[in-house]
C-alpha cells in the first residue's frame, strides 16, 4: 500500500502550487494530479454541485488505488471534506484559509481574506474565524473572475492586475496587515500582488502547511514511500493539457500531462 500513489485534485490548475511543496517535501511518492478544468471555477457553483464534483475526482483517484487524497481546493475542502472523510476508507488531507496563523500574527489586528464565493460563504470557514480569529477583524474579499484569468494563462496580464488592485486596495484601505490567499490558484497571483502590497503587508497560503500535514499522516498511517528513487508524477486534465503542462515546468522532475475525459 505505500507504494500506492498519493491523489491530489482541485478545480483546475491552481492546486499544482500544493503539489509543488508536496513533491519538495516528499520527493520519493508517486502523486496523481486531477485539474478538473471543465468545472472551473467551483466557487461559483452551490455547495452540492461542489459537493458532487469533489466526489467525482475522489472516485477517479480511488480507482487508482491511491492511499490518501489531497484536496488542493479551499472551496471544495470547506464545501465537501466533512462527507468525504465520512464515506471513504481512506485519508484525506484538506487546505483552508490560514486564518488561524495570520491571526496570531496581526499587529494590526485586521486581516483580509481573498478567496472564493464558494469558500467565503461555507459554514466551516466560519467556524474557522469564530475558533481561532474571533478577536480580529476579518475583511473578506471574493476574487470573483481570477480563476478563470489564471486559467486561460493570463496571470501576469494587465486585466488581471487591474482587477486585483480592485480587489486588494479596499483591504489596504482597512488596515490589513495579513493578506491570507484563501484558494490555491492564487499563489500564481503573488508577483502582482508584490507590485501592489506595501512591504509590510504579509501574504500567507497554507502550502507548506498541507505538505507537513500531508507527510505526518502518510507517517501515522505507516503509509509513507520507502522507496529511494524520485516517484513518479502523472498529471490529468480535462481541458488543455498544455496549459497544465506549463504550470508544473518549473519543477525538474519526470512527469506525464495528459488529456483525460473525467
Ligand atoms: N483552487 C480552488 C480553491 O482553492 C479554486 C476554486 C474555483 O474553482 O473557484 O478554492
New binding site residues.
Given amino acids: 500500500m505505500n507504494k500506492h500513489p498519493i491523489g491530489i485534485f ?3 490548475v ?2 499544482t502550487s500544493i503539489w509543488k511543496k508536496i513533491q519538495e517535501l516528499l520527493p520519493y511518492e508517486y502523486c496523481i494530479y486531477l485539474a478538473d478544468s471543465k468545472h ?5 457553483k452551490s455547495a452540492d454541485e461542489i459537493l458532487q464534483l469533489a466526489i467525482k475526482n475522489t472516485e477517479y483517484l480511488l480507482d487508482k488505488d491511491c492511499k490518501l487524497i489531497v484536496v ?5 475542502t470547506t464545501n465537501a471534506i466533512n462527507y468525504l472523510r465520512n464515506n471513504y476508507p481512506i485519508p484525506f488531507i484538506g ?1 483552508e484559509p490560514a486564518i488561524k496563523s495570520a491571526a496570531l500574527n496581526t499587529r494590526s489586528k485586521t486581516v483580509g481574506v481573498l ?2 464565493k ?2 467565503l460563504t461555507s459554514s466551516l470557514f466560519h467556524s474557522t474565524i469564530q475558533n481561532h480569529a474571533s478577536n480580529i477583524t476579518i475583511i473578506e474579499q471574493q476574487g470573483k473572475g481570477l ?1 478563470e484569468l489564471i486559467e486561460s494563462g493570463n496571470m501576469n496580464a494587465d486585466e488581471t492586475r487591474m482587477l486585483l488592485k480592485t480587489y486588494v486596495q479596499p483591504m489596504l484601505d482597512k488596515g490589513i496587515d495579513y493578506l491570507v490567499l ?4 492564487y499563489p500564481y497571483l503573488i508577483p502582482l500582488l508584490k507590485e501592489m502590497l506595501p512591504d509590510d503587508v504579509k501574504i500567507i497560503d497554507s502550502g507548506e502547511a498541507v505538505a507537513r500535514q500531508t507527510k505526518a499522516i502518510l507517517q501515522k498511517n505507516r503509509l509513507l514511500n520507502t522507496a529511494s528513487t524520485i516517484g513518479k508524477q502523472q498529471f490529468f486534465t480535462n481541458t488543455d493539457a498544455e496549459l497544465l503542462e506549463y504550470f508544473v515546468l518549473s519543477v525538474p522532475v519526470d512527469k506525464e500531462v495528459r488529456f483525460l475525459d473525467f
Fill in positions: 482541485d478545480s483546475g491552481g492546486g472551473a471555477p467551483y466557487g461559483d488542493a481546493c479551499n472551496t471544495a487546505i478567496a472564493t464558494g469558500t480563476v484563501g484558494c490555491t490558484h
